[in-house]
Nanobody, 125 residues
Framework: QVQLMESGGGSVQTGGSLRLSCTVT???????VAWFRQAPGNEREGLAA????????EYADSVKGRFTISQDNDKTTIYVEMTNLKPGDTAMYYC???????????????????WGQGTQVTVSS
């Protein structure tokens, strides 16, 4: 079983940057790890995903060019570097993992069975 814990959330002004971390325990080889966010009244949105085995990445159009997903060498921590933040980025950010390498889009909520508790990101104008 995989456990995930997010950290690094906080408050930042418009145009600022934050780096979120997702610490993963358990077997993560050949897994897909992704970042999602959900604001009140909105559906959960997939933002970025990475294959822990090959390092392939996928980004949502809404954050492409601003968010960068990465992992450390032993693949125990997955990061998302968020730049040029906007008030619309305010949300609870979640880390998710799938123990199955699947094809197609990696940004669908239903594809992931492991979830962290989330970390709040607030962007003020």
């Amino acid at each position: 079983q995989v456990q995930l814990m997010e950290s690094g959330g906080g408050s930042v002004q418009t145009g600022g940057s934050l780096r979120l971390s997702c610490t993963v325990t358990g077997y993560i080889n050949d897994r897909i790890v992704a970042w999602f966010r959900q604001a009140p009244g909105n559906e959960r949105e997939g933002l970025a995903a990475i294959s822990t085995h090959i390092g392939k990445k996928e980004y949502a159009d809404s954050v492409k060019g601003r968010f960068t997903i990465s992992q450390d060498n032993d693949k125990t921590t997955i990061y998302v570097e968020m730049t040029n933040l906007k008030p619309g980025d305010t949300a609870m950010y979640y880390c998710a993992a799938s123990r199955i390498f699947f094809t197609g889009s990696w940004l669908s909520q239903t594809a992931y069975e492991y979830w962290g508790q989330g970390t709040q990101v607030t962007v003020s104008s």
